[in-house]
């Protein structure tokens, strides 16, 4: 799976291509940490967005495209996506470590796709951002 993406700084906002991959990947971190918060505010503490902020993205990401689209994120959108690309291996943690099945099974994809997501969100940004 590619998860390279660049990112131009817009304004105050990020613009960029995704794959239909990526943003799948991206809604699927989002769907589950959303379906395994018991409360509002355990998914403001994970993710530092509520249900309907949470949903909101959500729709904004999702889509039948097959083909690279271009979308402009804000800053607290790229740090929710982070986050839940970030917090969904956390949740298969079990007293024998990591179920990398159990992951799989669940979100469709390997851990390393949602690390290499988050890490590179996070370097796009860093090259959009510096002079």
Same mark, same amino acid.
């Given at each position: 799976?590619?998860? /390279? @993406? ?5 304004? =105050? ?24 918060? %018991? ?6 503490? /994970?993710? !530092? ?6 949903? /909101? ?9 097959? @083909? $690279? /689209? ?19 291996? $956390?949740? &298969?943690?079990? %007293? !024998? !470590?990591? %179920? ?8 469709? &994809? &390997? ?10 969100? @996070? %370097?796009?940004?860093? =090259?959009?951002?510096? $002079?």
């Amino acid at each position: 799976m590619r998860t /390279r @993406i660049k990112l131009t700084r817009v304004g =105050e906002a990020f613009q960029g291509g995704l794959t239909a991959t990526q943003t799948d990947l991206m809604c699927e971190a989002l769907s589950t940490l959303d379906g395994w918060a %018991s409360t509002d505010e355990a998914l403001v503490g /994970r993710l !530092g967005a509520d249900r309907e902020e949470v949903g /909101r993205l959500y729709d904004k990401l999702q889509g039948d495209h097959k @083909i $690279p /689209r271009e979308f402009t994120l804000t800053s607290r959108e790229l740090h929710v996506v982070h986050a839940a690309l970030t917090g969904v291996a $956390p949740m &298969f943690l079990t %007293s !024998g !470590g990591f %179920s990398e099945e159990a992951f799989h099974n669940r979100a469709g &994809f &390997f851990r390393e796709n949602f690390d290499a997501m988050a890490s590179n969100i @996070i %370097s796009a940004v860093s =090259e959009a951002t510096t $002079p």
